[in-house]
């Protein structure tokens, strides 16, 4: 039998025991009949459509300089247009980050300036048709509609659903705009893809963010990849990594159920159980405790609770590693040893590692790990986070978020009245917006709302157990792609049930055609990120500013006018628009800029002026490659995007902050250590630093946050202005609107959120120490009695969630195979915006499903084969088999970019005439099931099960 070698090492020979990417794609019958780019999409008609005008190519072309609007990497642009026509694009080669490199959707980015598929002008379903209307007409009657609602139920039930799409000033001024309406009923896309990592990481050294930044991966010397699949997800990201393969011989370790084209270029592959990745971890560190490789200086000094985490890790001997995760002892030892000889290293995960009921117990132990080797706040170490969409970071930031105020200032009374005075307005006003009512002592204003993983039993689930006045009876979908969440049936029925829905997008996205509805639904289209100016926060924490690079086209809108125009009809645009300059109905991004740097103290957004971000825009040849430090020009040593925390106001011109909690440097200069914000002891011991601290700090140990009454305790209070003082009496390093508490601090060496240890015990969570705990779903019943699931809950962000009544049920006899999903790199996301680019469309063609060759043969097909695949709650699609030996037998594996079929009916039909992408499919969250973490409801996409059977 002859072998050959494929590009992602796995072999594949004549007789298709097993298929590359592009074999399957020439082999479907898409591709057969010519392709997408053959078949249609040069059609004469859709060209017309397509173009905004003949340019006359002899005339001027003016160069913008753009961010990427797919992924978080944050690549730049260079946009050529010529009579307000965008002809040409490049990738920014002087950019510090993607340097000249670019992945598909990158290189496809300027089909934006064309949009044959985009919603054109204001629509609304009527008697199962579309139907063309003026904006004010369409705001009119949905402004209309959520008042009577409001009025008749009360304001939490309007669910405000927004964007990692948005920009940062977009993104602000959608949670203001949804405050001043009266709920919490708001949430975004990281919800579903890394709020257990914002929730794990924060709790363990203070901010749940990415501490270091993928050019300084330059300087790794081990990097483990865990549920995160670069090459593919995030490819311009995979060009650091290699870098640091080759510059420092970086060892890297992959950890996934898969074999992907990230373990293709790995040193160490090992193949876990899906669910299993804190019995992984454990016994890596296991071997780390056991040969005595941790770092016991660095735990002394800067880690409260390790003990206990080693007693939990003791449990872990390798034959119970082996028996629960499916990794032999000889795996795990390798991964402990690469990951403790090569120092310092960085630990990589992505949504296969958050997705699960289990996400924070995940999250919170690869940063244990990390904390026990101490590749905490060193070049070349930490936990870089890699984020999804281009603005998932920002719009964190910026509390579009159902548990949260903009930076993470949280619910409470402190928090609102906080932003009530940066917003100028009264707090009482602000107060009486929502419903007064208690339940079970909670009330909205202070209580998270229902987030977006669960708006589907916000409607679905009897009122009565719910903790707010009624049910979810208007949805507003703002840049969100349904298809990317569990429950598709559910979400049908849900859609159903709706009063009304309100689609704010560029494209019409899943939710348009898969609601089952036949009447009121509103199409409203909104403009790219071209279409606009502003400000975008890539995964390392830098901001990135944004030119214009084309005319709004067709009868879009920007995000921020929208909103405006809404606020009008509402109500709400007098006291929204305060500060804000509005200018022939677009309010200036630059004021709202100003407007979110006068109160985001916490992370530090405040030192980011417009201008300074827009020195860094027009400068990207100054910053270095790796350090991402301006060498000489007018921004001579900041760190390019100014990253969070950038401390104090923009006067003070920090630099921002490359690496999280580096003590190698001055807090002046970007240092730090980790923060104080659990409190300074717990049952009598000191939760403080020891014998650790910035750079030139006057305090030579842990000191807990700044507050007025500790620089007087220190006797520097005097050193503030007596402006400053006025502003700073009674309030600390958070809420002092003149930021001299924060400017105080840093002068005297100081970083203004205190000195503490990293917590590897987080006691509010409820597992203090993370454990092991089955899936819902799990076919290993064995398992259950040992590490069994939490009880049902009463009531999470307001609704009851199942646990062991779920995983008591034992389905794993109809539905052996586990069920995993994931992303490709041709799209991204919910898929729509990517499959409507003719470009992207044409290099994946067609929904799929990986299945091992022993379980192809075991259940009757052949690769090419259609299938089903059943999720064990009965949700069940239509898609062609891939046999490929990618995947283990016994587990499966849908990408999740897909839609515009449901369940083998095909709804391309019901998009407006000429909207439908070019490449639809089966979503594979019709297959999904039930399941979410505690503490964030975090969806289980990574691991549930399912059946699959020839069609």
Known sequence: ?????????????????????????????????????????????????????????????????????????????????????????????????????????????????????????????????????????????????????????????????????????????????????????????????????????????????????????????????????????????????????????????????????????????????????????????????????????????????????????????????????????????????????????????????????????????????????????????????????????????????????????????????????????????????????????????????????????????????????????AMFYWGHAVNSQTRGPEMRTAMGKLDMMVIVDPYPGVAAVMNGRTDNVYLLPATTQFETTGSVTATNRSIQWRDQVIEPLFESKPDHEIMFRLSQKLGLSDQLFKNIKVENNIPVIEDITREYNKGMWTIGYTGQSPERLKAHQKNWHTFHKTTLEAEGGVADGETYGLPWPCWGTPEMKHPGTHILYDTSKTVAQGGGNFRARFGVEREGESLLAVDSYSLGCELEGGFPEFTDKLLKQLGWWDDLTDAEKVKADGKNWKTDLSGGIQRVAIKHGCIPFGNAKARAVVWTFPDAVPLHREPLYTPRRDLVADYPTWNDSEAMFRLPTFYKSIQDKDVSGEYPMILTSGRLVEYEGGGDETRSNPWLAELQQEMFVEVNPKDANDLGFRDGDMVWVEGAEKGRIHVKAMVTRRVKPGLAFLPFHFGGYFEGEDLRGNYPEGSAPYVSGESANIATTYGYDPVTQMQETKVTLCKISKA
């Open 1 to 473: 039998m002859k072998l050959t070698k494929r590009s992602d090492n796995v072999s594949k020979d004549e007789n298709q025991l097993g298929i590359s990417r592009r074999s399957f794609i020439r082999n479907t019958s898409l591709a057969a009949a010519g392709g997408v780019a053959g078949a249609s999409m040069f059609a004469p008609g859709m060209m017309k459509k397509a173009e905004a005008k003949i340019v006359d190519p002899t005339s001027p072309i003016e160069i913008k300089r753009t961010i990427c609007s797919h992924c978080s990497v944050g690549c730049g642009i260079y946009a050529e247009v010529q009579e307000g026509v965008w002809t040409g694009q490049e990738p920014a080669f002087d950019h510090p980050f993607n340097a000249g490199g670019h992945c598909a959707k990158g290189a496809a980015l300027r089909e934006h300036g064309h949009g044959a598929k985009r919603i054109k002008y204001p629509m609304k379903l009527v008697d199962g048709k579309w139907i063309k209307l003026s904006w004010e007409q369409a705001l009119d009657e949905i402004s209309k509609q959520v008042l009577k609602i409001r009025e008749e139920s009360g304001p939490d039930s309007v669910y405000w659903l927004g964007s990692a799409k948005h920009n940062n000033e977009q993104a602000y001024l959608f949670r203001k705009m949804v405050s001043m309406w009266g709920t919490n009923n708001v949430d975004h896309q990281a919800r579903i893809c890394h709020s257990t990592t914002v929730a794990g990481v924060a709790n363990t050294w203070g901010y749940g963010a990415m501490t270091n930044s993928l050019n300084d991966m330059h300087n790794c010397k081990s990097i483990l990849f865990i549920g995160s699949n670069p090459a593919e997800a995030h490819p311009v990201a995979m060009q650091h990594i290699l870098i640091a393969k080759e510059k420092n011989s970086c060892k890297i370790i992959v950890a996934d159920p898969r074999r992907t084209r990230t373990a293709a270029k790995s040193d160490h592959f090992v193949s876990l159980r899906p669910g299993s990745d804190v019995a992984f971890v454990w016994g890596v560190l296991y071997h780390i405790f056991k040969n005595g490789w941790e770092d016991k200086e660095f735990i002394r000094q800067r880690v409260y609770g390790m003990e206990d985490v080693r007693k939990e890790v003791a449990k872990w001997a390798p034959t119970e590693v082996e028996r629960v995760s499916g990794v032999p002892e000889a795996d795990v030892y390798e991964t402990a040893k690469l990951l403790s000889e090569n120092r310092p290293g960085c630990v990589v995960w992505c949504m296969g590692g958050t997705q699960h009921t289990t996400g924070n117990n995940n999250t919170r132990a690869y940063c244990i790990l990390e904390l026990a080797l101490g590749n905490m706040g060193k070049s070349g170490g930490g936990a870089n986070i890699f984020r999804g969409h281009d603005n998932v970071q920002g719009a964190t930031d910026f509390g579009v978020l159902s548990d949260n105020l903009p930076g993470y200032y949280g619910l409470s009374e402190g928090a609102w009245k906080h932003w009530a005075g940066v917003w100028d307005v009264d707090y009482e006003w602000l107060k009486g917006r929502f419903d007064q009512a208690d339940y079970r002592g909670k009330k909205p204003m202070n209580h998270a709302g229902i987030p977006v993983s669960r708006w589907i039993d916000g409607v679905l689930e009897n009122k009565d157990n719910i903790e707010q006045n009624d049910n979810i009876r």
